[in-house]
């Protein structure tokens, strides 16, 4: 090992603001953590394999349509402290304290590349002084007991220079309210002595720190939390399936008013990448032998779930569907685990003539992205034999004054209710989702 160019232990100069840190990947999750410490004093340097994503960085411009007025850039970069650069920046590599941001998720499934090179680079660069690597990604606790030694090449628990720590993220990055600042963190470390080194840094970025016993509980809370949800989610769907005769929603509205219990509604899909993704990283460390049946169902289950979907779309259309909304959120360009897509290639494939439009994304990338033809706004509603309004987009606020003023609207869909108070009495067919009129056929006779 080479000798050491840092001449103070690693906690005091991070709490004297002095020490570098690198952030390795500049997604919402790197960013706005780099801006985060830029703003708290501490010199920063984002590192994206994306050239021009950097290079947007240090021409203070947010590489993140839509996220501008979350990620607070201008203010970071501001005091000098942050700057943006690839990975081959040597200096940024060879720092002592890291956060790991990179993406472990592609395609709607966990992937380990981006996070083994990440940790080989840090390894590779070590002088031998302290390390503090603290992983922001989503991981598995399988990824912490085995991916991480292997591509450090050492033994966490017992290299006392190395300080590892887990603090999963929770933003929600739709809402500029819920983000690093605000959300209690969970953080644990490898080592209990890491603790304190740890929070140093999180304890300036975060208002509430929940220390954890250690790095393995701390990185199992992420998917877990999520877990909840998604099996919550599924159930949810399960039950509209499985009372075709009843206006699920209205039981789920009336279940709501329980002290104890949310409000759910059935959706053509789970969409996101956190959420659908939380059973495939829970699942991945589990005891041997040891399985999380409910978890295993539940994905088999939602697997399904858009081919169902599609069959309850063909069995009430008689001819061209929209399909407003590909982005699985309103307001916001995310084609991640999008269930308008996954419903798209499934009507597709049984022949049917969808157009879909979403005000995030050209018409070209509409065809490209699904395969269907892009829907002129508003202008071929009138064209329609069933609307599916999957995404309330801000855009669509005036969708029930736009059907209603048709001759012939099209019969309405409605992936989340939110049009039943303005389409119900009206001459508009309106279907809620996982209400009888969304699956005649599939009803019980009376
Ligand atoms: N976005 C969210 O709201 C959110 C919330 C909670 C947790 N997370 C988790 O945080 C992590 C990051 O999420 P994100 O939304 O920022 O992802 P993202 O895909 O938007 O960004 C990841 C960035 O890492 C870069 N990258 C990949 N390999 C790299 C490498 N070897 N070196 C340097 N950079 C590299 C990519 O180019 C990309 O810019 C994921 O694990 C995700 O599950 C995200």
């Known amino acids: 090992m080479k000798p050491s160019p840092f001449p103070r232990p690693l906690l005091a100069a991070l709490q004297d603001r002095t020490e570098p840190v690198t952030v390795w990947g500049a997604g919402f999750i790197g960013l706005s953590a780099a801006c985060a410490l830029a703003q708290a004093g501490f010199p920063c340097t984002v590192l994206d394999i994306d050239e021009h994503r950097v290079g947007e960085i240090n021409a ?15 203010d970071a970069r501001s005091g000098g402290r942050l700057r943006a650069a690839t990975p081959d920046d040597t200096a940024a590599v060879a720092a002592r304290a890291h956060l790991v941001c990179v993406n472990t998720d592609r395609d ?24 503090l690597i603290a992983l922001e990604s989503t991981i598995s606790l399988r990824w912490l007991d085995e991916l991480v030694p292997a591509a450090l090449d050492t033994d966490p628990a017992n290299e006392t220079t190395l300080h590892l720590a887990a603090a999963p993220r929770r933003d929600w990055m739709l809402s500029p309210q819920m983000n690093l600042r605000t959300l209690p963190r969970v953080l644990g470390t490898a080592r209990p002595e890491s603790l304190p080194v740890a ?27 999520n877990l909840y949800r998604y099996v919550d989610l599924v ?22 008013t329980k002290w104890n219990v949310p409000t759910f509604h059935p959706s053509i899909g789970i969409g996101g990448y956190c959420i659908p993704l939380s059973p495939h990283f829970a699942t991945d460390g589990t005891a041997r032998d040891i399985p999380l049946p409910l978890v295993d169902s539940a994905m088999a289950w939602d697997t399904d779930h858009p081919a169902r979907v599609a069959e309850s779309i063909l069995a009430i259309t008689d001819g061209p569907i ?33 157009r879909l439009h979403d005000p995030y994304f050209t018409p070209e990338e509409i065809t490209a992205l699904t395969g269907a033809r892009p829907l ?29 003023a048709l001759d012939n609207p099209p019969t309405v869909v409605d992936n989340l209710g939110g049009y039943g108070t303005a389409l119900r009495d009206t001459a ?3 279907a809620e989702w996982g209400t009888p009129a969304a699956r005649p056929s599939a009803a019980p006779r009376p």
């Not at 929070?199 to 939390?225: C, N």
């Not at 039950?239 to 206006?247: E, F, I, K, V």
């Not at 508003?378 to 059907?403: F, S, V």
């Open 376 to 404: 002129k706004w508003p202008d071929d509603l009138g064209g329609l034999a069933t609307l599916i309004a999957a995404t309330p987009h801000d855009l669509y606020a005036d969708l029930p004054d736009r059907l209603t």
């Open 322 to 354: 929209g399909i407003l909304g590909l982005s699985y959120a309103a307001n916001a360009r995310i084609v991640e685990g999008s269930p308008t897509r996954r419903l798209t290639e499934h009507l597709l494939a049984r022949g049917a003539d969808v």
């Open 428 to 430: 508009v067919r309106y």
């Open 235 to 256: 159930l949810t769907n399960q039950l509209a399936q499985a009372y075709p005769g009843l206006d699920v929603p209205e039981v789920l509205r009336l279940a709501g």
């Open 199 to 225: 929070r140093e840094l999180y304890d300036a970025i975060s208002d509430v720190v929940h220390p954890a016993p250690d790095w393995r509980h701390a990185g199992l809370t992420k998917p877990v939390e």
């Open 108 to 131: 709607g499934r966990p992937v380990t590349g981006p996070l083994t090179e990440v940790l080989s680079a840090i390894g590779r660069a070590r002088t031998g002084d302290e390390t």
């Open 60 to 74: 203070g411009v947010v590489p993140l349509p839509g996220f501008e007025d979350v990620i607070p850039l201008a």
